[in-house]
């Protein structure tokens, strides 16, 4: 008996522009998308949608029910690492998701990647790119 798969669910505000956000930078196509129900208080949002590279779910973006949790974005305490093909990739990437971010860790090298940078997206995701 062992495990099937891991899967990750990031918990988002405005998960719909997340959702298309995340397949611009990523080249990332959906999977099941399931909106709340009318008449729920999260209506016109995701409780699950699934973003696919190359026909498996990388990751799920569900609702972030900002009224239960107390969020702050510069307190993350998991990071999620994309490696890129190119630097011309890598530097797009950052780009975009720096815009209305927080940039932690600027462009620099480490011992495991020789370009690398660490940011907090608008939607308070860490993310640590590389080639």
């Given amino acids: 008996m062992g495990m099937k798969s891991f899967g990750v669910g990031i918990s988002v505000k405005s998960n719909v522009e997340a959702v298309e956000f995340y397949k611009k930078v990523f080249g990332l196509e959906t999977g099941i998308l399931d909106l709340f129900p009318e008449g729920h208080p999260y209506y016109g949002a995701y ?3 699934e973003l696919v590279k190359d026909g498996k779910v990388v990751f799920c973006v569900q609702s972030l029910e900002h009224e239960l949790y107390d969020f702050d974005a ?3 305490i998991i990071n999620f690492g994309v490696y890129f093909d190119d630097e011309f990739e890598l530097r797009e990437a950052f780009n975009q998701l720096s815009e209305g971010g927080i940039v932690k860790e600027p462009f620099h ?3 495991w990647s020789q370009l690398c940078a660490t940011v907090i997206d608008k939607y308070g995701i860490s993310w640590w790119i590389s080639i």
């Fill in 47 to 49: 409780q699950h949608a």
């Fill in 74 to 76: 510069e307190k993350q």
């Fill in 109 to 111: 090298s480490e011992p």
